[in-house]
């Protein structure tokens, strides 16, 4: 019984440092928009809903999605997207925008 608790454990201490490091790396950056600008790009075509990016990448729906964010990357928007995999894996999407 140790063992899936620790296996908890680990996988929600993850999720949560993969949303610390997200946020760090999106301050650092200070070219995130805010949920309201997200709304408005997808609304006006500048970028793709998330769905829309997500089923472009063939991205499992299982998958519990943790953060999203958009961010200028070097001059082109990507989401980046933290999930939590069936598995218990955590990780960062980075996946283009438009």
């Keep these: ?5 620790a296996k908890f454990l680990t996988s929600l201490l993850l999720a949560l ?4 490091a997200t946020g760090h790396i999106a301050s650092a950056q200070n070219a995130c928009l805010d949920k309201r600008a997200i ?3 997808v609304a006006s075509g500048q970028i793709m809903s998330l769905d829309a990016v997500l089923a472009s990448a063939g991205i499992d729906g299982n998958q519990k999605i943790l953060s ?3 961010c200028d990357q070097g001059g082109r928007m990507v989401y980046v997207i933290g999930v939590l995999s069936p598995d218990g894996q955590a990780q960062n999407l980075v996946l283009g925008a438009q």
């Design 1 to 5: 019984m140790e063992k899936p608790i």
């Design 68 to 70: 999203v964010q958009v």
């Design 17 to 20: 440092g993969l949303v610390l």
């Design 39 to 41: 709304q408005d790009e």
